[in-house]
């Protein structure tokens, strides 16, 4: 009788996974095509993405670039295709895309708001990367005294003795908190800084102008456009409205009536108000209460009303990332024996931020978008341009090509910041799902 053996002596060779389960296939199989109604909706879909596209191509690239006005490029496109429909002119954008970036700005000062946001890149390195070098850290705290010197030139004194009266209040708070307490101190240095910028300051800058002027050509803020006035307020709107939505977090949440009574006040009033009332009272209602003969800059009294607006609703979302935060936290940092500033710069607030990087990337981004609405009262940004270029005989008649371009743009930016935010989500991430 033979010896029939059924259990293998020897291991089979790793074989390749089939191809229909792994890789690009193996993806569209277990998700476009996993069921017979996948696979018909997956065809539906297919189909009017091919409509989408077979119009939105050809008008995109079967396109004119070069010619003078509407007229010229239709005629160039009927010329060329047999008629003008279906076909984008670009040649808009490659004459007036300058005008579009930079507004009215003076040609040969383009150097300096480029100069501006490069060194704003180079700002932004240390607070948005840790592994970048903290040398640049210096130029993140001068670039807000940088910025408006070569945006709007003028004597180099001015942002110097501005920066002298930060220096003066944080050296009074430094130096005052263990005699008159922390709230005095805030009061005393907040009252130097006044005291310098309003009285002070001016009295050293006329002198320093007079006997070493340091200056660069003065812009009229009606010089102010495009998409370079959208970045300015955006980024300036950003930046000072995320300190100040966490005061007014902290504020909402304390236990000093009168601190809380003024936070709820502000945030409530400010989230109950359209963004476009509060243009219209920077624009027209403001100058009604200040002195005669005071010049208070549009584009300076934009900044502000849309900072405020924008600190409302970030305090909302700090607040929501400061609920989420479990009791023991608190419970945490005053065993530890922290006091309050202390417990909320080592314990709190850092997990409430990282909890609310969602929405307060989200309250950014629709920040961005509704610079736009400074068109309305008169500002040059790409929407109001846009509409003086379709004004001229040349381009009368032309929409697409602009909007699109505009969106673009915005586009690039507001992705930006959607991307950085999902970095920074997964480079905090310290669960282990």
Known sequence: MSDTSFVRQEMLSEQPAPASSVGFLGWIKNNLFSTWFNSILTVIALGFVWYILAGVLPWTFLSVWNAGSLSECREIARQVWGESHGHACWAVINDRWI????????????????????????????????????????????????????????????????????????????????????????????????????????????????????????????????????????????????????????????????????????????????????????????????????????????????????SAYMAEVIRGGLAALPKGQYEGADSLGLDYWQAQRLIIMPQALKVSIPGIVSTFIGLFKDTTLVSIIGLMDPLGLSQG???????????????????????????????????????????HR
């Open 99 to 310: 005008q579009l970036l930079f507004g009215f700005y003076p040609s040969h000062l383009y150097w300096r708001p480029i100069l501006a946001f490069v060194l704003l890149g180079f700002a932004l390195a240390p607070v948005l990367f840790p592994q970048s070098s903290r040398k640049l850290l210096i130029l993140s705290g001068l670039y807000p005294f940088i910025l408006p010197w070569l945006m709007w030139g003028g004597s180099i004194w001015s942002p110097i003795m501005a920066l002298i009266g930060f220096v003066m209040g944080y050296l009074a708070i430094k130096n005052l908190s263990e005699r008159i307490g922390q709230l005095g101190a805030i009061f005393s240095s907040i009252f130097a800084a006044f005291l310098w910028w309003l009285l002070i300051g001016p009295v050293f800058v006329d002198l320093l102008s007079a006997n070493i002027p340091i200056a660069l050509e003065s812009v009229a803020s009606r010089d102010f456009g495009g998409f370079v006035l959208a970045l300015l307020i955006g980024i300036v709107a950003i930046v000072c409205s995320l300190p100040i939505g966490i005061i007014l977090a902290l504020g909402r949440q304390s236990d000093l009536i009168i601190v809380k009574a003024f936070s709820v006040a502000f945030i409530e009033f400010i989230r109950g108000v359209p963004l476009i009332t509060l243009l219209f009272v920077a624009s027209l209602l403001l100058n009604l209460f200040l002195p005669p003969g005071t010049e208070f800059d549009i584009i300076l009294r934009v900044m502000i009303m849309v900072t405020l607006f924008s």
């Open 389 to 431: 270029i379709r004004a001229n005989a040349e381009w009368n008649g032309i929409y697409w090509e602009l909007f699109a371009f505009i969106a673009l743009l915005f586009f690039v930016v507001c992705f930006s910041m959607s991307r950085y935010s999902m970095y920074l989500e997964r480079k905090l991430q310290t669960d």
